[in-house]
DNA sequence: GTCTATACCTTGATAGAC
DNA sequence: GTCTATCAAGGTATAGAC
């Protein structure tokens, strides 16, 4: 199967709603958003996904993936690396003046039906136990210096990396670069190189 | 002038939409949000807001206000006090199940009139500017340590104080605590107690 | 799987009487 | 300053033909 494929329609809608959702807000796109940019009629979205939430759970559902993949494959990498690899995908979001979806989504967290609500929590644990088996692991591999528990520590570590994207857009793109220097000098580690062109990566 | 006098019916929409926007977001409440909690007319409303951009902005400088009597309130007292106080805030709001305005706004940026767009911005940077101040006033009185420039640092604490409210929400009031303690070890200052019943305080 | 067509609701907003 | 009445536009969603 090659990668120049086109998508399945399915899988185009996903991706795109998940733009959406990135740059605009969940409660402000439209199905006819997505319909108008695949040309398609709206009803042809509404087949794949009856309801908006139905779309909205499987665009966190890809992002479970995502971060499912993202452990899986960089497991043999080193706890600061992994986290380092994580930030240049924020870096990459950022440049295109997207943020995060945890930044996008919880804002409006009581606005969601409570199907949509239980994925998101499921989503925002599942990012917060990588970013806290990275820094374990990097505490052990004593590349990584921090106090408290590591599961602590993702918290703020979590609560920068979507800050970043938030306010970046409103204040300037450096606001990013200050933030990761300052949260990687922090932890003892040194500051990170961002690509400026990435295979868009993670999260 | 008693404290228990109604207030305007103009202070009373920009307080309702406050909290509205601090509940669902400024795109997910409505005219009629408001106008039902006052029992007026949808009209009504519009006569002192003509349009919604004009009600987002109001909100926002009522905010800019609060900064600033707050800077002023508590000029007198020490660095690591005051930034205790704007916790204390975050506090407050995360017990109501509220977020603050940057967490709220922020993620909506692109969806916004200019105007507001920059009305916005002017808040970010107040707040940041407050934040900032105070930290640099308690480093200088040796109460707050911390590596770099005090503006940069001011991110990092915006961040964590933001985060803190969009995360409870979704993980559970424990995630304010958790947070604002590591934030505090982090400055190297001793960890506040919060009360439950503060006198409505900051942002 | 996609289309046409449409139902139904909510939204932000306006005109004009009181 | 608030009301009634009304509007156009846009939103989600569905039915049924192709």
Same mark, same amino acid.
């Given at each position: 199967?090659?990668?120049?494929?086109?998508?399945?329609?399915?899988?185009?809608?996903?991706?795109?709603?998940?733009?959406?959702?990135?740059?605009?807000?969940?409660? +402000?796109? &439209?199905?006819?958003?997505?319909?108008?940019?695949?040309?398609?009629?709206?009803?042809?979205?509404?087949?794949?996904?009856?309801?908006?939430?139905?779309?909205?759970?499987?665009?966190?559902? @890809?992002?479970?993936?995502?971060?499912?993949?993202?452990?899986?494959?960089?497991? #043999?990498?080193?706890?600061?690396?992994?986290?380092?690899?994580?930030?240049?995908?924020?870096?990459?979001?950022?440049?295109?003046?997207?943020?995060?979806?945890?930044?996008?989504?919880?804002?409006?967290? @009581?606005?969601?039906?409570?199907?949509?609500?239980?994925?998101?929590? @499921?989503?925002?644990? +599942?990012?917060?136990?990588?970013?806290?088996?990275?820094?374990?692991?990097?505490?052990? @591999?004593?590349?990584?210096?921090? #106090?408290?528990?590591?599961?602590?520590?993702?918290?703020?570590?979590?609560? +920068?990396?979507? &800050? &970043?994207? *938030? *306010?970046?857009?409103?204040?300037?793109?450096?606001?990013?670069?200050?933030?990761?220097?300052? *949260?990687?000098?922090? *932890?003892?580690?040194?500051?990170?190189?961002?690509?400026?062109?990435?295979?868009?990566?993670?999260?």
């Amino acid at each position: 199967m090659p990668s120049s494929t086109k998508p399945a329609t399915r899988t185009e809608i996903v991706e795109l709603a998940d733009q959406l959702i990135r740059l605009k807000g969940f409660n +402000a796109f &439209s199905y006819a958003d997505i319909a108008g940019i695949m040309d398609v009629r709206n009803a042809a979205i509404h087949y794949h996904f009856p309801s908006k939430a139905d779309l909205g759970i499987s665009v966190i559902g @890809e992002e479970l993936k995502r971060v499912a993949a993202g452990r899986q494959d960089w497991a #043999h990498l080193p706890g600061d690396e992994q986290i380092k690899r994580i930030m240049q995908g924020f870096f990459d979001k950022s440049r295109k003046g997207m943020i995060c979806l945890t930044g996008s989504l919880t804002p409006d967290y @009581e606005t969601f039906s409570p199907e949509m609500q239980h994925k998101l929590v @499921e989503m925002c644990e +599942a990012i917060l136990d990588w970013v806290a088996y990275c820094l374990e692991k990097g505490r052990e @591999e004593r590349t990584l210096h921090f #106090h408290g528990r590591a599961r602590d520590r993702a918290l703020l570590v979590l609560s +920068a990396m979507l &800050s &970043s994207l *938030l *306010l970046s857009r409103v204040l300037g793109n450096n606001v990013f670069d200050r933030m990761m220097d300052q *949260l990687l000098k922090d *932890l003892g580690t040194s500051p990170a190189k961002w690509v400026e062109k990435s295979p868009d990566w993670l999260l």
